[in-house]
C-alpha cells in the first residue's frame, strides 16, 4: 500500500482544513490508519488515529474536540478535518497505516507500530 496526503496549506487563525490521505497499490480496508504532524527541529507527534472499522479512534489532548478522523475505506481514503486553527497546529502532517496491531486504544500507540507512511503535506497557521 501507498499512501499520499494531500490538503494542506496556508489558513489564518481559527480556520479549517481537510487533510486527505489516498491509497494506492492496495486497500486500506483493515489497515488503522492515523495522522503525525511534526515541526521542524522537533520529534513527530501523534494526532488522532482510527480502526479500520471506523468505529474506534484516539486523539491527542492538544486536537481533541478541534479535529476528527474519519475514512471512508470505499474511497480508499483517510481524512482529518481540522476547525479552530491555531498557530501551534503549523507542520507538516503524515498519514500512517498500522496493519499488524490492535485497533483500541487508551494512549497515543507507538509510531513504530506504524510501517506504511506517506509523504507529508504543510499546514501553516498564520496568527
Known amino acids: 500500500v501507498q499512501l499520499q496526503a494531500s490538503g494542506g496549506g496556508l489558513v489564518q487563525t481559527g480556520g479549517s482544513l481537510r487533510l486527505s490521505c489516498a491509497a494506492s497499490?492496495?486497500?486500506?480496508?483493515?489497515?488503522?490508519m492515523a495522522w503525525f504532524r511534526q515541526v521542524p527541529g522537533k520529534e513527530r507527534e501523534f494526532v488522532a488515529v482510527?480502526?479500520?472499522?471506523?468505529?474506534?479512534?484516539f486523539y491527542a489532548d492538544s486536537v481533541k474536540g478541534r479535529f476528527t478522523i474519519s475514512r471512508d475505506n470505499a474511497k480508499n481514503t483517510a481524512y482529518l478535518q481540522m476547525n479552530s486553527l491555531k498557530p501551534e497546529d503549523t507542520a507538516v502532517y503524515y498519514c500512517?497505516?498500522?496493519?499488524?496491531?490492535?485497533?483500541?486504544?487508551?494512549?497515543?500507540?507507538?509510531?513504530?507500530?506504524?510501517?506504511?507512511w506517506g509523504q507529508g503535506t504543510q499546514v501553516t497557521v498564520s496568527s
Open positions: 500512517a497505516g498500522d496493519d499488524s496491531h490492535g485497533s483500541i486504544w487508551y494512549q497515543p500507540p507507538p509510531q513504530r507500530h506504524f510501517t506504511i
Open positions: 497499490k492496495g486497500d486500506i480496508r483493515y489497515i488503522s
Open positions: 482510527i480502526a479500520w472499522s471506523g468505529h474506534n479512534n
